[in-house]
């Protein structure tokens, strides 16, 4: 298997601290939220319940990659999940802070955490094989139209593998 290179190291270091970052965020949103709204007084039973929320997050995006040689519906589910417990953790933050503060820790919580913890698993492009992804939707819609806008400047001429094929 050809690898691609690596990206920096100071990088993938920004990603995996945001990723952290944004995930003890939602955390303080969720342990706040567990205290008023599901009656977790105690602080066993919070901590519990922030860690099952952040072990699930990261433990779905983990299972999601494309680059593990699964089909794309058992990574369908993950994906799922994982949007699903931040959908479910931006209701705490709105029911937590109201709509702008809870907009923000939404943001900065949440819906930040997903894709981030996603980057620190997957977006190296070490990850992937070379070529892995070039017969998904998107590179195909890409390389149509690359080869639409070069053919209509005539820096080239139209290929057949830059039309879609359905």
Excluded: K
Aim: charged share 15%.
């Amino acid at each position: 298997m050809t690898l691609r290179p690596h990206r920096h190291p100071t990088t993938s270091l920004a990603v995996a601290i945001a990723a952290v970052g944004c995930t003890v965020y939602a955390a303080d949103t969720n342990w706040r939220f567990a205290g008023h709204y599901l009656s977790m007084t105690g602080a066993a039973e919070r901590t519990v319940f922030v860690v099952a929320v952040a072990l699930a997050l990261v433990a779905g995006a983990l299972t999601a990659s494309p680059a593990r040689g699964s089909s794309r519906l058992s990574q369908g589910l993950p994906q799922f999940l994982v949007w699903a417990i931040a959908g479910v953790q931006v209701v705490a933050a709105y029911a937590e802070s109201g709509l702008v503060a809870g907009t923000v820790r939404a943001v900065i919580g949440p819906v930040l955490a997903a894709p981030m913890w996603h980057f620190v698993f997957y977006s190296d492009p070490c990850h992937c094989p070379l070529g892995a992804d070039r017969h998904t939707r998107l590179p195909q819609v890409e390389r149509s139209h690359a080869g639409r806008h070069h053919a209509g400047r005539r820096l080239i001429e139209p290929r057949d593998d830059t039309r879609m094929h359905r």
